[in-house]
């Protein structure tokens, strides 16, 4: 396992959009990048990835501490109008169908000895929920974790009270 960080995982996600032949347009955590993006002139091209949940939490013993990032991201069509329920309930369908193929890739990437996430996905937490917008967005809310190591030790010349450590 090796360890990631809060850009890593935006850097992957933004990588995922850019390969992917069936997703349009990326937005990151931000929920205002989503609204500029939303009301700029180019607007998003849907099905948008965008992420909006990172978490670190820790685990595991004192000698090999594991971080636990819990992330989420939704797979969105916009324009869907409010009163086209059929409409939205194709919108999630579909936005579920795309989901799978980004987890599906996700996995496959965890299970690549040279890839950064390598061992890390925990396909056993994923959880997935329909979402509405208020703008009239439908899809889908992915959320799962990635375990990593993650080193916890002190850099004593990070601290002034702390002359070595052994």
Same mark, same amino acid.
């Given at each position: 396992?090796?360890?990631?960080?809060?850009?890593?995982? =935006?850097?992957?996600? %933004?990588?995922?959009?850019?390969?992917?032949?069936?997703?349009?347009?990326?937005? !990151?955590?931000?929920?205002? %990048?989503?609204?500029?993006?939303?009301?700029?002139?180019? !607007?998003? =091209? *849907?099905?948008?990835?965008? +992420?909006?949940?990172?978490?670190? !939490?820790?685990?595991?013993?004192?000698?090999?501490?594991?971080?636990?990032?819990?992330?989420?991201?939704? $797979?969105?069509?916009?324009? @869907?109008?409010?009163?086209?329920?059929?409409?939205?309930?194709?919108?999630?369908?579909?936005?579920?169908? +795309?989901?799978?193929?980004?987890?599906?890739? @996700?996995?496959?990437?965890?299970?690549?000895?040279?890839?950064?996430?390598?061992?890390?996905?925990?396909?056993? *937490?994923? %959880?997935?929920?329909?979402?509405? +917008? *208020?703008?009239?967005? $439908? !899809? $889908?809310?992915?959320?799962?974790?990635?375990?990593? =190591?993650? #080193? #916890?030790?002190?850099?004593?010349?990070?601290? %002034?009270?702390?002359?070595?450590?052994?």
């Amino acid at each position: 396992m090796k360890e990631n960080s809060y850009i890593e995982v =935006k850097n992957y996600f %933004e990588n995922i959009a850019n390969q992917a032949k069936f997703i349009n347009d990326f937005v !990151g955590f931000f929920e205002r %990048e989503w609204a500029n993006r939303t009301a700029s002139v180019k !607007g998003l =091209k *849907s099905p948008t990835l965008a +992420l909006f949940k990172y978490d670190l !939490g820790f685990d595991g013993p004192d000698q090999n501490t594991v971080a636990v990032r819990k992330i989420g991201f939704a $797979v969105m069509f916009n324009n @869907i109008k409010p009163d086209d329920f059929e409409g939205q309930y194709i919108a999630i369908h579909d936005a579920e169908q +795309l989901a799978l193929k980004i987890l599906s890739r @996700i996995r496959y990437d965890s299970n690549t000895p040279e890839h950064s996430l390598f061992n890390s996905f925990l396909k056993d *937490s994923v %959880e997935i929920n329909p979402v509405e +917008l *208020s703008g009239g967005e $439908v !899809g $889908v809310d992915v959320l799962f974790n990635f375990k990593n =190591k993650q #080193l #916890l030790k002190v850099d004593a010349a990070d601290w %002034e009270d702390i002359e070595n450590v052994c």
